[in-house]
């Protein structure tokens, strides 16, 4: 089944050379079918690659799939056009009325900061009590995931490394293999990681209201969820492309900064085998399958 998306959003073009099917807005308002509502907080500065990283994952599913992207109001962001975020974006207070069978908070720049001291901290508090109220799962990514755990939780975070970069594609095992999130994965799977700090293991193993799903030996948790799958965290990128963590690292080494090249990325010729896309697009067909479509009511409006 298709992903609903506007014709002329950037993502439509690159999915489409891919032989995803992608519908855009009209074809799909002309049949008669409920799809999955999924709205998308875009906090990362690389909106268009985002977009189409998520779409990518997000049409690897039999599930005709509407999405509705938003973004701050309180801090706008630099490195995207205007005219980009106002045709495609909408703000919090514009869909406030609405309810989603699913959303995803992507990770943002912000990561080393204290969560209070973010530009729109305030604004992004509003949106994860709204997610909770008025949406059936929310994946939270990276530092989205940080900020969900601290928000809901009290669970806070500190630097990782003596304030060394975390990057590369690492290991991780389930630590509940018949979850349903998890369904289809090997015992060993790839994830790539880029951060700076992670949340508090040890309170977040102590907390009741969450299940660790998997983790690493370098990277530590990788996946967890709440008990009532509203909430799912991932601590890593799996939706990250062939080049992301490369381009990652030369903007870095441009910026002066004492970085090392991902681990377990670049072999010995320096080229870039990708380990992580059947795990990335398990996550995300597991959770539309089992944690959104087979869960979200009918009518949308019953949704709470």
Known sequence: MPIIIPKDLPAFSSLSSENIFVMDTLRAYSQDIRP???????LMPTKVETE??????????????????????TY?????????MQKFYNSLDEVCKRKFDGMIVTG??????????????????????????????TIYICWGAQAALYHFHGIGKKMLNNGKKLSGIFPAKACEANDPLLKGMDDVFMIPHSRYTEANQEEIRACKDIK????????????????????????????YDRDTLKK??????????????????????????VTWRSTANLIFYNWLNYYVYQVTPYDIEKIN
């Not at 189409?52 to 109001?73: D, E, K």
């Open 108 to 137: 943002a720049p912000v990561e080393t900061m204290e969560f209070e001291d973010v530009a729109y901290w305030d604004e992004m508090v509003r949106i994860m009590d709204f997610a909770d109220k008025n949406v059936t799962s």
């Open 36 to 42: 999955i509502e999924i709205a998308i907080l875009n």
């Open 248 to 273: 990652e690292y030369e903007r870095d080494l441009s910026r002066g900064l004492d970085i090392a090249p991902p681990a377990n990325y670049f072999d010995k010729d320096g080229k870039i085998a």
């Open 212 to 239: 660790v799903l998997a983790d690493s030996a370098e990277a530590g948790i990788c996946i967890a969820k709440t008990l009532d799958n509203k909430r799912i965290y991932l601590t890593g990128h799996s939706e």
């Open 52 to 73: 189409t990283q998520l779409l990518r994952l997000l049409s690897n599913s039999p599930l005709q799939t509407n999405v509705t992207f938003i973004s701050t109001a």
């Open 76 to 84: 706008m962001p630099t490195h995207i056009s205007s005219d980009h």
